[in-house]
């Protein structure tokens, strides 16, 4: 009875009760009717996310994803919500039993991934190649929590995160460009 309770307060469960809610929460995202319930299930799995940074102990990326992503992206997406003034005739977001097969293989994709975790095997091939914690903390101390993220993102991961800037730069002007048409 002690390991279990051991086991409700580590990492680990937090972990998938995290991971969880993040793809409850994104699955939901996709397939509700009304674009202000995905907006709230957008902001709970961004709030997921963000906890298992703070399991990573990744904190500064966690108040980012909090601050940045659902706070301002999400009252970005509300306002063009409100611009395009969706009405209430709603049709079905995903017709038939396509919404079966898609949970069936995210279902059984969860599933293989927990049994392979909880087997006792060797890790995910994944997690092979991870750093350790002393080399980030090493990374920390010399660049700083700024410093770390900024540094690859805007030498190894640029051109991601321009194509991500760009991304959501052409969402908004097809957004505005729906919204001039019914005006």
């Known amino acids: 009875m002690a390991n279990f309770f051991d086991f409700l307060l580590s990492a680990d469960f937090l972990f998938y009760v995290f991971g ?4 409850g929460s994104a699955i939901a995202l996709v397939t509700r009717k009304s674009p202000v319930a995905s907006l709230l299930f957008m902001v709970a799995t961004l709030a997921s996310l963000a906890g298992v940074y703070v399991l990573f102990e990744a904190h500064f990326l966690a108040a980012i994803q909090i601050i940045v992503y659902a706070g301002a992206i999400m009252v970005l997406f509300l306002f063009v ?3 395009l003034n969706l009405g209430h005739d709603y049709q079905k977001d ?3 039993g396509a919404w079966a097969i898609v949970a ?7 599933a293989g991934v927990l049994a392979q ?3 006792g095997t060797e890790a995910l091939p994944i997690y092979q190649n991870a750093q350790g914690p002393e080399v980030i903390d090493a990374l920390l101390a ?3 929590a700024v410093g770390a993220i900024a540094h690859p993102l805007f030498s190894d991961y640029v051109v991601a995160f321009e194509l991500t800037g760009i991304l ?3 969402a908004i002007v097809g957004a505005l460009a729906l919204a001039k048409r019914r005006v």
């Open 117 to 119: 975790q909880f087997k």
């Open 81 to 83: 919500i409100m611009l």
């Open 142 to 144: 010399s660049q700083g």
């Open 94 to 96: 995903l017709k038939g």
């Open 104 to 110: 069936f293989v995210v279902a059984g994709g969860l």
């Open 168 to 170: 959501l730069l052409v």
């Open 20 to 23: 969880g809610v993040a793809i």
